[in-house]
């Protein structure tokens, strides 16, 4: 079968979910540090605003979820939408009469969400197919893939269902720490195999009958409690071919042979967005605003730029020559792919990124926290 910012609260796993008011995160509070001032734009390259679109606000761990020229996503409300990136034209939008708590997956055709009454709900080209009850809450978006609809939940479950009828199909769980982060998590496909992130390890699944093929330890709890021991793989994940790099949130970055299933390196990084990777390099920005490339190949550290410090930048995307990131203000930021250094940057509406940029059909596509989508384009 081939198949954000988000809220970084911690969550209680135990016969019940309890949500603990424990702000994980370092990049606020009173003491913050003040955001680096920015040097003059330097207009290295030439990009240009070609559409706008709105949605409702977001405050969800959003996945901007993209399937050849279409980009589908959702507001906190439960809008979903899907867009043409290259013209920005809406395709379709659809209310779901529920909040979400994490969203979207699809496939072109099937698009799916979790609703914050714990509902997996599922729709057929913008009409909702149907939903599901679940046991336990899930912040990270369902992948749809060869018809099938796939979960990870904050219980560290795994389960499959039939994307046409909702029928469940399997479901695996392991044991693991009792916190979990409300931030959405690794859940992918990789050939004929499921990638999972659980606890510190990506794991590798067989996705017809949810049956364990590896795992790979990209981090391990240490410390003397719950709070201490927590140690979660947050969303995005780099991918060339079979190898797949992901960070455990405030831990490590680190690198996986997903075809044997064996990890090639794992380096210490203070950090709780997801990373991005090409043929040489593992992009990642740091809790402290610093942007770093890790060599793909040992982990060494190639550069690291400090001139975005405290400016809580998004998870970051590879385009072309640039690594682009987004900032709390809604600033777009192209860097060299070689040392970091700034090349260009757009203004989106003024607020955060709800999730890091995506590319589609030539179209780099930005979503905020105001609901605001916007599609830039090189020239």
């Known amino acids: 079968m081939k198949l954000h910012f988000g809220s970084t609260l911690a969550t209680r796993v135990a016969p019940a979910l309890l949500v603990l008011g424990l702000l994980v995160a370092c990049s606020s509070g009173p003491t913050r540090p003040k955001p680096a001032e920015l040097a003059a734009n330097p207009g290295l390259l030439g990009v240009r605003l070609a559409w706008t679109a709105k949605v409702g606000a977001i405050d969800f761990p959003l996945d901007v979820k993209v399937n050849a020229k279409t980009v589908t996503l959702a507001s906190s409300e439960g809008v979903l939408a899907a867009f043409d990136a290259a013209s920005g034209a809406e395709l379709w939008r659809s209310s779901i009469g529920a909040q979400i708590a994490a969203g979207v997956g699809s496939d072109g055709r099937f698009s799916a969400v979790v609703t914050r009454a714990n509902d997996l709900l599922v729709l057929d080209g913008g009409r909702e197919a149907w ?30 269902f039939d994307a046409g009828s909702g029928r469940k199909l399997w479901s695996q769980q392991r044991p693991g720490e009792s916190l979990v982060l409300r931030q959405a998590g690794v859940l992918l496909a990789v050939g004929d195999t499921l990638v999972a992130g659980m606890g510190g390890r990506l794991v590798g699944l067989n996705p017809g009958n949810g049956s364990i093929r590896w795992e790979a330890p990209i981090a391990t709890p240490r410390g003397t409690n719950d709070i201490e021991r927590m140690v979660d793989l947050v969303s995005r994940v780099g991918r060339d071919g079979s190898i797949v790099c992901a960070r455990a949130f405030q831990a490590a970055v680190g690198c996986v042979d997903t075809g044997r299933g064996n990890l090639q390196w794992s380096k210490p990084a203070i950090g709780s967005v997801g990373v991005q990777t090409d043929e040489k390099f593992v992009f990642g920005a740091e809790s402290d605003g610093k942007v770093i490339a890790w060599r793909r190949g040992d982990g060494e550290r190639a550069w690291v730029s400090e001139r975005l410090l405290y400016r809580n930048l998004s998870a970051p995307l590879v385009v072309g020559r640039s690594v682009v990131v987004g900032d709390e203000g809604g600033l777009v930021h192209w860097l060299s792919r070689d040392d970091g250094s700034p090349l260009t940057r757009m203004a989106t509406d003024g607020s955060a990124l ?26």
């Open 131 to 160: 939903r599901q009850k679940l046991t336990a809450p899930s912040f990270t978006s369902p992948l749809v893939a060869g018809g099938r609809v796939f979960l990870l939940a904050a219980d560290r479950s795994v389960s499959a």
């Open 354 to 379: 709800a999730a890091g940029p995506v590319l589609a059909d030539g179209t780099l596509v930005v979503v905020t926290r105001n609901g605001g989508i916007f599609g830039f384009k090189p020239e």
